[in-house]
């Protein structure tokens, strides 16, 4: 999920917020990491390109331990998440999975002489931060052993926690929220210094990039109602962000909706309302390359 300072996001400093999401996406990665590791010879290559906090490369140790060892290689431009994530990778790998990890930044280190070629390359919603990201993709093809695949977790729906009418301002708060939050990401790639615009899909990327067989499926994060207070400290925090990065894109009133929704005295608080939910699925494209 780091990629480095082309989006001058301070990835580190946001550890335990990125450690939280994990948990509550874990079995939802879980299945993904068995679904794509899961027929892997024993002492496959397993690689997590901007790994973040772990929470997946937890998920493919595991799968590796059970196909009865391996190699997982974890690359992240920030030192901090590394450590992080080669702990979680280790406690869920035990003695069976080799964990190794390399300090790089995918769109300008030679990561082909930097990673052996692998079985498996998994990036999840990194390359959208590099500059270019159809060059991010070819570098990621390079670390492929003949036969391997490369599955990237780009896009999806936008994250869902609150009813359509929540009894305070005009309904649909959630859907101009994130309309609110696209238009600042389309800015903010546009800050990125060396930008390139991709104006195609991820599975036209990766065949692009060399690959064939390529094609795309869904994952479900589901926490319904009455939720416990990992999800609801979660809740506040993205509001708390959104509140951060695109209030001055909202009406005047949404503006007024969400200081409520985010005030602990406010009897609508976000964070002790009980219709709180967590709802949104993430889209993984994957593609191989030819023998």
Avoid at 79 to 91: D, G, P, R, Y
Avoid at 181 to 205: E, K, S
């Amino acid at each position: 999920m780091s990629a480095g300072a082309h989006d001058d996001i301070d990835w580190a400093a946001r550890l335990t917020e990125l450690r939280r999401l994990d948990a509550l996406e874990s079995d939802a990665v879980q299945e993904v990491a068995e679904r794509l590791a899961g027929g892997l010879p024993q002492d496959a290559v397993v690689v997590d390109a901007g790994c973040g906090a772990g929470g997946m490369s937890a998920a493919l140790a595991s799968v590796l331990k059970d196909n009865g060892g391996g190699r997982l290689v974890l690359i992240d431009a920030s030192e901090e998440l590394l450590v992080a994530a080669q702990e979680m990778a280790e406690e869920t790998g035990g003695g069976d999975v080799a964990v190794t990890t390399v300090v790089a930044d995918v769109a300008v280190d030679p990561l082909a002489s930097l990673v052996p070629q692998a079985d498996l390359v998994w990036a999840s919603a990194m390359v959208h931060h590099l500059p270019d990201q159809q060059a991010g993709v070819t570098a990621l093809v390079r670390l492929l052993a003949p036969g391997g695949r490369l599955a990237l977790a780009e896009g999806g729906t936008g994250q869902s926690f609150l009813p359509w009418d929540i009894g305070l301002g005009h309904p649909g708060l959630e859907s101009r929220l994130n309309a609110a939050r696209n238009a600042w990401f389309a800015d903010m790639r546009g800050r990125i210094d060396g930008a390139v615009a991709m104006p195609y899909g991820w599975t036209t990327a990766l065949i692009r990039a060399g690959l064939v067989e390529a094609t795309s499926f869904s994952y479900l994060v589901e926490h319904p109602p009455p939720v416990d207070d990992a999800v609801r400290r979660y809740v506040v925090e993205r509001f708390t962000w959104l509140a951060d990065v695109v209030n001055d894109r909202l009406a005047p009133a949404d503006r007024e909706t969400l200081a409520e929704l985010l005030d602990p005295d406010s009897a609508y608080y976000v964070g002790a309302r009980d219709d709180v939910f967590m709802l949104y699925a993430r889209t993984v494209h994957t593609a191989v390359r030819p023998r």
